[in-house]
């Protein structure tokens, strides 16, 4: 998995591919989460993701939450179809997390 990261003002887009398990979990945590206590916005691009399992829900659940927790938040952007069916088949545990579509913001779950 290869990481890129963006920066506009207060919003720091990092920008996800491949896939996102167990093995890889950690390293995008260690992407994430220092953005997210600088107080940042992150948006998570997920077109290029072509695999998630529940590490990596998990690590959107936590990021959500750790963003809540400084008062800021986490959006997902761009998400590719796969993708999209893992977070439709845990969208009770991620529903306050957003999605940006189209350029349009929308509330996800």
Do not use: C
């Not at 207060?10 to 995008?28: C, P, R």
């Not at 399992?53 to 986490?74: H, P, Y």
């Amino acid at each position: 998995m290869k990481f890129r990261v963006t920066e506009n003002e207060n919003i720091s887009t990092v920008f996800l591919n491949g896939e996102i398990d167990m093995d890889i979990a950690d390293n995008v945590r260690e992407v994430i989460f220092p953005l997210i206590d600088a107080g940042k916005e992150v948006h998570l691009n997920l077109k290029d993701v072509q695999y998630m399992d529940s590490s990596g829900i998990s690590v959107l659940v936590e990021s959500n939450q750790r963003a809540k927790e400084k008062n800021t938040k986490v959006e997902l952007k761009e998400v590719s179809q796969s993708v999209e069916k893992v977070l439709a088949m845990a969208r009770k545990f991620l529903w306050p997390i957003k999605l940006l579509k189209r350029e349009i913001q929308a509330l996800y779950f």
